[in-house]
């Protein structure tokens, strides 16, 4: 399986950005996509995740704020962002497993590249 993600960058406080990620190979039996974040310094966290059959698990600090969706027929899966803060700021990763339970437990994953995603003024 390999994610292409693309959609980071610069933004002010406040400003908006989408995020998109292509998966492909041999994906038929992934069942979640989503979106984990890094700070530097900090550890990856889940940011969003979304399974199959279109449930989702949000990060606390990201609720109200983000929102993630998929598009089966492209194998796409998008993190809307608005509202961004400073503390969003962290190399964004796309996710792809085989989950047990959603967002917590996992047969086998798949990570993508990075992106960056900067929250400044």
């Known amino acids: 399986v390999q994610l292409q993600a693309s959609g980071g960058g610069l933004v002010q406080p406040g400003g908006s950005l989408r995020l998109s990620c292509v998966a492909s190979?041999?994906?038929?039996?992934?069942?979640?996509l989503g979106w984990y974040r890094q700070a530097p310094g900090n550890q990856r966290e889940l940011v969003a995740v979304?399974?199959?059959?279109?449930?989702?698990e949000y990060a606390d600090s990201v609720k109200g704020r983000f929102t993630i969706s998929r598009d089966n027929f492209k194998n796409t899966v998008y993190l809307q962002m608005i509202s961004l803060k400073p503390e969003d700021t962290a190399v964004y990763y796309c996710?792809?497993?085989?989950?047990?339970?959603?967002?917590?437990?996992?047969?086998?994953?798949?990570w993508g590249q990075g992106t960056q995603v900067t929250v400044s003024s």
């Open positions: 996710h792809a497993a085989r989950a047990v339970v959603l967002g917590r437990q996992y047969e086998y994953e798949y």
């Open positions: 979304i399974s199959s059959g279109d449930s989702t």
């Open positions: 190979g041999t994906i038929s039996r992934i069942n979640q």
